[in-house]
């Protein structure tokens, strides 16, 4: 087939779902799949044929492995070798070298590259914790004060019960397809660096609660922002810092618009004294999500997330000036939350980490993987699945989970749960730990079904070998 009445090639959506364009042509495909039905027909029948050629596994590898691996070039993200590694890629080639010529060596070198046997883990609710709130706070249909709300204890927050009603909204001229795609464009470039000071109001239904907050937001382009929680009361509650976000931060969230949902515009908002456009976005259950931007600079003004026909969450200012401000923070509060992982991969390459005994599942519970993170020693990895009105993260630790993992209550098939917000669970499978962590204990359990679920293993001495060999070819190729 070739290109489309709209003009996109075939080939383009087929490189799309396969996580084989550049990031800025991504997102332009995105944003024009949003307004072109035809494309979106596509891409969804694609991502189906897709995933039942991976039926074989819930989480197997893509049949194009191969591809994959030939995509997977690192990013501009990812932070060059250290010192310490290209020494360590030295002496590995060397060896390398020795081996083909001494073969008694094999089993030698893989049992002394091979990683520490993993330890412990008492509360894998940490940095799955700490995973989730970096995600919310740094993409651009996120928030910085719900990321902070998450990390405090929910006893804290909970308010007298009432509904969570609905902003309104006022009648305005519906945006074209090229409206749209500026809109989405300015608010991804405002996130996090835009100067402003406002305050924030912020309701959230978690199940029979609601949860309430006011927050004081400070945002310093080119530092970051500064959100202080206080209590529907007044008393405050923490005060935290996040850095303003990277180009690839910025991005996370948007490039899957596309994935069967309805993104609509209208001019006309007013929010806090500002005119404001109104994006919409609506997937096959509804309206799953509301977000007012600045007609000016493109900050998000608020937000309001849907689930089966009504607000679960309702954030945004009450008052906020915007504008140039040549201050600058003079101390940084604690910042907020940093995940473990320290480089970001392609989604192309996510594939062949299912090789390396990674489960990098596409998708999972129906959510599109959007973001694929691991740490320098290669024993825990982070992804991450949803879009701009669901985020889903899934950590994978090798290591072995406590008896008694702190703060979680067993739940059925070895599997322990943290019913608070965001949820979690977490269970051991193999020679891994999983946490999932989501907005919703529902969310959380249906991806935590679609992930392995193997019996604890202990660890021969060929499985020390070989892992220690996947790392030796992971250092001098990777």
Not at 353 to 358: I, S
Request: glycine residues 12%; proline residues 6%.
């Amino acid at each position: 087939m070739g290109a489309r009445a709209c003009g996109v090639p075939a080939a383009r959506l087929s490189a799309f779902v396969d996580g084989a364009l550049g990031h800025r042509e991504r997102d332009r495909l995105a944003v024009h799949a949003l307004n072109c039905s035809a494309c979106r027909e596509e891409l969804n029948e694609l991502r189906r044929t897709r995933n039942l050629l991976q039926a074989g596994s819930p989480c197997a590898a893509p049949a194009d492995r191969l591809a994959a691996r030939l995509l997977a070039i690192p990013t501009e993200h990812r932070p060059g070798p250290s010192r310490r590694t290209r020494r360590l890629r030295t002496v590995l080639v060397v060896a390398l070298v020795g081996i083909l010529t001494v073969g008694g060596t094999t089993s030698a070198v893989g049992w002394a590259a091979a990683p520490a046997p993993g330890a412990e883990i008492q509360d894998p609710g940490i940095h799955g914790e700490d995973a989730f709130v970096s995600v919310e706070a740094s993409r651009p249909l996120g928030s910085y004060v719900v990321a902070a709300m998450m990390s405090l204890d929910d006893a804290a927050l909970v308010a007298p019960p009432a509904a969570l009603a609905p902003r309104p909204v006022l009648p305005g001229s519906s945006l074209d397809a090229a409206g749209i795609e500026r809109t989405v464009t300015a608010v991804t470039n405002a996130t996090g660096r835009v100067a402003l000071d406002g305050q924030q109001s912020v309701r959230v239904r978690h199940g029979e609660r609601l949860l309430a907050a006011n927050a004081g937001v400070r945002t310093r382009g080119g530092q970051g922002t500064q959100v202080t929680i206080q209590t529907i009361g007044g008393q405050v509650l923490s005060e935290t810092f996040t850095p303003s976000p990277t180009a690839d931060q910025n991005r996370s969230g948007l490039s899957n618009l596309a994935d069967g949902k309805l993104l609509t515009g209208r001019t006309g908002q007013r929010i806090a004294g500002r005119s404001a456009v109104l994006l919409e976005l609506s997937g096959a259950g509804g309206l799953e999500g509301r977000w007012w931007v600045d007609a000016e600079s493109g900050v998000q003004l608020w937000r309001e997330l849907w689930s089966a026909g009504v607000p679960r969450e309702s954030v945004g200012f009450t008052q906020v000036r915007i504008g140039a401000t040549d201050d600058f923070f003079p101390h940084l509060q604690p910042q907020l939350a940093a995940p473990m992982t320290t480089s970001a991969l392609s989604l192309a390459g996510a594939g062949g980490l299912n090789d390396q005994g990674w489960a990098c599942c596409r998708p999972l519970a129906g959510l599109p993987m959007v973001g694929v993170r691991r740490d320098e020693r290669s024993d825990v990895l982070h992804t991450v699945y949803g879009g701009a009105a669901r985020t889903v993260t899934v950590v994978q630790t090798r290591g072995t989970l406590a008896d008694q993992p702190t703060g979680f209550a067993p739940a059925a098939s070895g599997v322990w749960i943290r019913d608070g917000w965001p949820a979690q669970t977490t269970w051991q499978s193999g020679g891994t730990v999983f946490t999932v962590t989501a907005d919703s204990m529902d969310q959380a359990a249906a991806v935590t079904a679609d992930l392995p679920h193997l019996p604890p293993s202990g660890r021969a001495p060929w499985d020390r070998v070989r892992a220690g060999w996947m790392r030796v070819g992971d250092i001098v190729f990777g």
